[in-house]
């Protein structure tokens, strides 16, 4: 079998290994992405809040705080470029009693350390002029104008498509079996092929530690935790407008709503231990509680329709120590900072989780610059780098004056697939040259099958169309992974 | 092709938004009162979900004889075809707005209406699993009975073959009739009730006709599989006890809400602008077509009562 030769082996397209991939196409730099999954975005980056944190939550003179805030005010600038859409909601962290109280002052003080810009303590009055909905008798809130939402998956098919645009080699289906340190870099070898690089930047999410101690010994291993959300259909004004925070009087995940780009209400997240990692299911346990929360939070914010649930994991990341024997042992201290190991031309992104999303080009761009410091190469810069990146246009969109024109051009713009959110044939047509493969490829780029019927009056027309672009039988239409067929004879 | 890069405008008396059997009934009616008539219908052909259905039990109110549903469409686009109106089909309305002007699109072309009444005609949509939202995974092999019904009558797919259905209502139950029919392995049918849903001539056709297994007063918790579904865990309503049940396909038949998504932008707490006529299953949700024709009807002959009194 050959070998390729590359100069940096990015494993795992995630949101980091997208942006990672992104900050590297900027330098001339040869880069190979290999990822195991059919398309990005598919393992822990695809359920997340889409909280663009304004950065008061993290302990200053971390590497989180140091990067949080600066990250939160460039996401504007990059979702511009990038063409994703971003919803400037600004978040309010409320308290009800003595406890949260003194959580929330102690957050509105962590902020104001961390510079978060606009960040003060408004009164229970000013939360409730801002956001009726919340019950009566809360009695502090922390406002932070600045806190925005977006789609995790948009902004990583977006980083994505940027990267491989400027040159970076995605490789799907390819997971990684070995990796082996050589005199002048590494040797990675997957089912598919054998890749030499000088370098290795681990983003393979729950599987960083795995990667890692392909070549080296124990440091951190990831223990995921699950936590589970709705997503409500609530009418606009009968829902808050901000992310809401909820500090609770015990111990323990309060609600969290969110206001996405979307215009639905996300609403979690409860948090638990030791769970599946495939399929990642949720827990009845988990969604009873939002439910009973939302009761107690926003008793007069209607819960229904309830669009879909799902679970999310997050990596969380425990120290490893070597025991004296050679043996290593397993400890149950938390790391709580971004961990970035950097280690003779391997460098890990363990247990990157919350602000990861906020900061995820943040830390594609640290990365790029340790890069750049290992190979001595930052001074070759690739001068065609192009940062601009257009999204698959949306129908629903298009100002009402440039509809006549846009419709004329393009025949299958005409044709309303999804008219719950008036999503086009053209946007399915799209997706699908972009690179879905799979019925969720195709909605996590168009946004089909999202909407309050989540796909009862469509799925039978993309299963059609999905069959007629991709040139295959309708029976071998996955959802996401190798035997998730949809229809099965 | 012609291209047209401005926007069309046309002018009606009444617009009818939807093509199944109200908006058929509703534009017949209305044209034959004398009213100028738009029928607008996102699918290539008349009749909405009639089309896909190949079972009988269509036609006894308004044929007097007992027909398909295919049958039924078919005789009825015959009727509306001696009515002087313009059918817009492959076209979906995209906004509604209060100065009486809505939106269409079709391939090409952008249209412009301005219209005294319209006929809301939009049928309805299946609820989905998710208001039931039981907890595990959402693997493929999940689809509601309607969609099922769509793949398979319509485009001559199959869908799974150890199926169950949750809920045991009119699609519920002749899905599982259906799919029994062609070979297929019906693991049960879930009904949270203690007696099926629907009408008593489907139980005795499908459920008992055909001595489908069905599991009363119970209703699934959660969901198995990564990758196709591999099983549902039922829980029995009453004593709480729960059970395993293995499966490769789940067909939901959890009922119909009315699909009002393109009066979106004019509605205001609820209710509509007096402009407005729901019918059919855009209104309420009906048991039977024949039933959705005469709701049809009364809307077309309400619309153009009011365009002659606005004259």
Known sequence: MGRTDCDVIIIGAGLLGCAAARALMRYDLRIIVLEKSSDVSTGISKANSGIIYAGYDDTPGSLKADMVVRASAGLPDLCNELDVHYRRTGSIMIGFGDRADKVIRGKFDQGMANKVPGLRLISGEEVRDREPLIAEGVRIGLYAPGT????????CIALYENAAANGADFRFGEEVCSVSKV???????????????????????LSTDKIREMALAPRIRIVPNACDY??????????????IFHEPETKGKGLTLIPTVRGEILAG???????????????????????????????????????HSFAALRPNPFEVQAGDNGEFRFTDRRLKDFNILEEDGLISLMGIKTPGLTCCMELGEYVARKVTDHLCCREAVNSDFDPERRGIRRFSDIPSGELAAAVSKDPYLGRIICTCRNISESEIREAILRGASTLDGVKRRTGILMGPCQGSKCLQQVICI???????SPYQIVKDAGSSQILEK | MTELKDTVHLNTDILVAGGGAAGMAAAKAASEQGATVILVEKSPVLGGILNRCTHPGFGLGYYDEEITGQEYAERYREELGSEDLTVLP??????????????????GRITEVSFRVLIAASGSYEVPIESVAPEGTRPAGIMTAGCAQGLINENHLEIGSRIIVLGSGNVGQIMAGQ?????????AIIEKNDAPGGLSRNVREYIKGRNLPLILNSTITKIHGTNRITGVTVKNLLTGEESILSCDTLITALGLIPDRALLDNICTDGTYPDWVI???NCDRIYDFADAVTASGEQAGLTASLKCRSNK
């Open chain 2, 90 to 107: 492959d076209t979906t309305v995209i906004a509604v707005n209060e100065d009486r002007t809505a939106l269409l699109v079709s391939e």
């Open chain 2, 179 to 187: 799919l029994a029919d062609a070979g297929k392995e019906i693991i």
């Open chain 1, 148 to 155: 925005a939402t977006l789609d995790p998956w948009e902004l």
């Open chain 2, 278 to 280: 729901l019918t059919g």
């Open chain 1, 183 to 205: 005199s002048d870099g590494f040797v990675t070898e997957t089912a598919g092929g054998t890749y030499s690089s000088k370098m290795i930047i681990n983003c393979a999410g």
């Open chain 1, 466 to 472: 999905m069959s007629e672009v991709l040139g295959i």
């Open chain 1, 269 to 307: 997240s409860t948090q638990r231990k030791n769970p599946e990692t495939e399929g990642i299911p949720t827990s009845e346990e988990g969604l009873r509680k939002i439910m009973d929360m939302c009761g107690e939070v926003v008793p007069e914010m209607p819960v229904s329709p309830v669009i």
């Open chain 1, 230 to 243: 709705y997503v409500f259909g609530i009418p606009e004004g009968r829902s808050p407008s901000h992310v």
